[in-house]
């Protein structure tokens, strides 16, 4: 069966709100509708991007701005750092990602976590040039026990996870690593994973974990990583969390 525009997107928003934690926002948008409106501080970023890129890039903004909205706090411009990565504005925090029909953001304040990871993809087979080149040997491994018809389904939930593990701590650490660096292991029914970091990165050492929520709908992979500002909370111990 194939769900409508709006169908997909209703799905995975209520997927998002089911995985975000209490004192987070979730917002999902289109970017094949044309091309949302995008800030003056926000447009430097697109200047001389394709159309694709224009869309998704200013769908993802627009999904950032709801986020916020939903959150109780005013509508913002999310201007591209030097590193192309999200600058959120002065005491929030948050994350964005796209596929070809979706965009998702979450957003937080920040005296409520430290920084936020989401990745979504469609759910669809990982392609095997990509698992290979995206999965340790222990995941791989792990892939083979699991029937043909959907281990490269699995395969794109663990690449969806990492990319959300590393989205979350790009902010605290400003490192860039490649998808040997984390190992992931989904729970027994998918809906959570614990990534190891298998290698020391900035200033997080090797074996460090963390954990995140994942799951499908809407014809769509979510993952999301939170890192709590205050203890308790879920990684809240991250090294570069710096909790009390």
Known sequence: MTLSSDQH??????LAERIA????AVAVTDPTRGIAVVWPQEAPAIARAVPKRRREFAAGR???????RALGEREQAVPTRPDRAPQWPQGLTGSISHDATSCVAIVAAGT???ALGV?????APLHDD???EICLPQERAWLLDIPAPRRALMARRLFCAKEAVYKAQYPLTQTLFGFDAIQVTLNVRSTGFTARFMQTVGDVPEGTVLSGQCGTGGGHVLAMVTLGAQAGMENADFPVCATG
């Open 119 to 123: 990745d979504v993809e469609p759910d």
């Open 112 to 114: 409520q976590f430290r």
């Open 21 to 24: 934690p209490p004192e987070t």
């Open 62 to 68: 627009q999904a950032a701005r709801l986020a916020m």
């Open 130 to 132: 990509l698992t290979a």
């Open 9 to 14: 997107l209703v799905a995975l928003k209520s």
